[in-house]
């Protein structure tokens, strides 16, 4: 598997779903399976074992009162946390118009460590603060199918940054948000 190869999956799936006419108005929601192969196969790329990443929808922090999209272990181990909005939205929650998202910004940047995806860029934040920038895929989610790529190594980067953070870390059990 190659980074080309997973981002040629990534887009040819994520086309289907949000192409279908059965998802008229969930684009967001048309992400999340091409989001869960994609993060697979990135896994894999980074040297972890990608059977070994579980990512857990709409896991309730009721100490923030927030529901991210994801909550991502590793091995058991808490990594991080995705959200994942509508294409064209921006991964970068600090250009948020709507209401809805900016209260959830406000809530999520709290985290040790999130990345904001639309699937069509990816940022990644520590305690709210970004680390380094917000990778833009070259063409549109929505209609580039397998045509879809990353540029360079930064969306491959940033994911390795993001999973390999709680690999020292407490097991779940052990911690709290």
């Given at each position: 598997?190659?980074?080309?190869?997973?981002?040629?999956?990534?887009?040819?799936?994520?086309?289907?779903?949000?192409?279908?006419?059965?998802?008229?108005?969930?684009?967001?929601?048309?992400?999340?399976?091409?989001?869960?192969?994609?993060?697979?196969?990135?896994?894999?790329?980074?040297?972890?074992?990608?059977?070994?990443?579980?990512?857990?929808?709409?896991?309730?922090?009721?100490?923030?009162?927030?529901?991210?999209?994801?909550?991502?272990?590793?091995?058991?181990?808490?990594?991080?946390?995705?959200?994942?909005?509508?294409?064209?939205?921006?991964?970068?929650?600090?250009?948020?118009?709507?209401?809805?998202?900016?209260?959830?910004?406000t809530k999520l940047q709290t985290?040790?460590?999130?990345?904001?995806?639309?699937?069509?860029?990816?940022?990644?934040?520590?305690?709210?603060?970004?680390?380094?920038?917000?990778?833009?895929?070259?063409?549109?989610?929505?209609?580039?199918?397998?045509?879809?790529?990353?540029?360079?190594?930064?969306?491959?980067?940033?994911?390795?940054?993001?999973?390999?953070?709680?690999?020292?870390?407490?097991?779940?059990?052990q911690r709290t948000c």
């Amino acid at each position: 598997m190659t980074l080309q190869e997973a981002m040629s999956i990534f887009g040819h799936d994520a086309k289907l779903k949000l192409s279908n006419p059965g998802a008229s108005s969930a684009s967001e929601d048309q992400l999340r399976a091409p989001l869960e192969t994609l993060i697979a196969n990135l896994a894999e790329l980074t040297g972890l074992h990608p059977g070994h990443v579980v990512m857990v929808g709409e896991a309730s922090l009721a100490g923030l009162k927030a529901r991210p999209d994801y909550t991502v272990t590793y091995n058991n181990v808490l990594v991080g946390f995705i959200e994942v909005k509508a294409p064209g939205k921006g991964a970068d929650p600090r250009r948020f118009r709507d209401r809805h998202d900016k209260d959830q910004w406000t809530k999520l940047q709290t985290l040790p460590n999130l990345i904001d995806t639309d699937g069509n860029g990816f940022s990644l934040w520590h305690n709210g603060e970004l680390q380094g920038t917000v990778v833009q895929l070259v063409a549109d989610v929505e209609t580039a199918g397998n045509r879809l790529a990353a540029p360079d190594d930064g969306v491959l980067s940033l994911f390795a940054d993001f999973l390999t953070m709680g690999a020292t870390a407490a097991p779940l059990s052990q911690r709290t948000c």
